[in-house]
């Protein structure tokens, strides 16, 4: 089958942590975390509008100026989302620009601080100067989701890296897988039409629904059972900076469980646990052995401390003994010099 989210990490594992998440057949693109972006082409920037924030140490926020300044003239929202503190984190880089000439640009931020107790919101508009506004919260205990779309959410875990820190998953309802083969006995052509299919399946709209194809007309309920397999969906787990506390890895296991691709950080070797510990970091063994006791298919090493420059196979090794039930890798990009 086709994932329906094509993931992949901007840098390397020495680097600012980003994992770019891209959805099929669709023209948008979601952000784990917003360190530097500058490898991304200006066309993978544009299709960004979802941005989910760990925390705003300067290695997970850098990335917000160049975002801003590739979109300044869309008319898509950007939405985004981080800890309780996020909303003053964007207040304050906004206000460190004037904004006297972009009364008539499209592009409105919206910002949403996530805590145990609320979801706040607040609104950022070009047309407003991007003066906040006050858009309210909903004040009730932390659920786990923060955005639900129609054939997706996004959950969060809130963990503690000295200060609040989220980690996020991105899941699939269902998988609806096309049939070839089918589709050509039925003389029909792969095309738009099938992304309107979907919704309509996703939606739930009556089965004895007329869909008209290529001249032919067919009920929905007909089509799906002769060209539609729903499966299970996929699930992307994403963990950097965490303290290294039962507390925050019963958290981890819990929000990965059962994905299908877990990104953790794997910041020091077990050997150096306490300066992991000090440095509220997860190592590599466990970052393996939450991957191995949340049922994941992969793990993807990330976040990894620039100590172990060039020596990524012991980060590597150390994690495959700890998950030896799927594939371990690290994550790849240009590796810099010392």
């Known amino acids: 089958m086709k994932p329906t989210?094509?993931?992949r990490p901007v840098n390397?594992?020495?680097?600012?942590p980003c994992l770019y998440i891209r959805l099929l057949r669709e023209k948008r693109a979601i952000l784990f975390d917003l360190g530097s972006i500058e490898r991304l082409s200006p066309g993978d920037?544009?299709?960004i509008t979802d941005v989910f924030v760990t925390h705003t140490h300067i290695d997970h926020f850098i990335g917000f100026d160049h975002l801003l300044r590739n979109i300044l003239g869309r008319p898509v929202p950007l939405r985004i989302y981080g800890p309780s503190n996020i909303i003053d984190c964007v207040r304050g880089k906004l206000s460190g620009y004037a904004w006297n000439l972009i009364s008539g640009y499209p592009l409105k931020i919206e910002a949403f601080g996530i805590s145990e107790s609320e979801m706040r919101h607040v609104s950022f508009h070009a047309?407003?100067?991007?003066?906040?506004?006050?858009?309210g919260s909903k004040k009730k205990p932390f659920a786990g989701a923060v955005l639900k779309e129609t054939y997706f959410r996004v959950d969060a875990a809130i963990l503690t890296h000295d200060i609040d820190c989220l980690a996020f998953s991105i899941e699939e309802d269902y998988h609806i897988n096309i049939d070839k083969a089918a589709l050509t006995s039925l003389g029909l052509e792969v095309g738009p039409w099938l992304t309107d299919f979907k919704k309509k399946i996703r939606g739930?709209?009556?089965?004895?629904g007329a869909i008209r194809v290529s001249g032919k007309e067919?009920?929905?309920?007909?089509?799906?059972?002769k060209i539609a397999m729903i499966?299970?969906?996929?699930?992307?787990?994403y963990a950097m900076d965490s303290s290294p506390t039962p507390e925050n890895i019963e958290k981890i296991k819990s929000?990965?469980?059962?994905a299908d691709t877990l990104y953790s950080e794997g910041y020091f070797l077990h050997a150096d646990f306490e300066r992991a510990r000090e440095r509220n970091h997860l190592t590599a063994d466990l970052a393996g052995s939450i991957a191995s006791e949340a049922g994941a298919r992969e793990l993807v090493l990330m976040h990894c401390s620039p100590k172990y420059l060039h020596r990524e196979d012991k980060l590597l090794e150390e994690a495959r003994r700890a998950f030896s039930s799927g594939p371990v890798s690290i994550s790849p990009g240009p590796v810099p010099r010392p």
Not at 220 to 225: A, D, N, S, V
Not at 231 to 237: D, I, L, P
Not at 255 to 258: F, N, P
Request: proline share 7%; aromatic share 10%; hydrophobic share 35%.
């Open 5 to 7: 989210f094509h993931h």
């Open 12 to 16: 390397g594992p020495f680097e600012d």
């Open 45 to 47: 920037i544009n299709k």
């Open 127 to 135: 047309a407003n100067a991007f003066a906040p506004v006050e858009r």
């Open 204 to 208: 739930n709209a009556p089965e004895n």
């Open 218 to 225: 067919f009920t929905i309920g007909e089509l799906k059972k």
């Open 231 to 237: 499966t299970r969906g996929q699930k992307v787990s």
């Open 255 to 258: 929000l990965a469980r059962g």
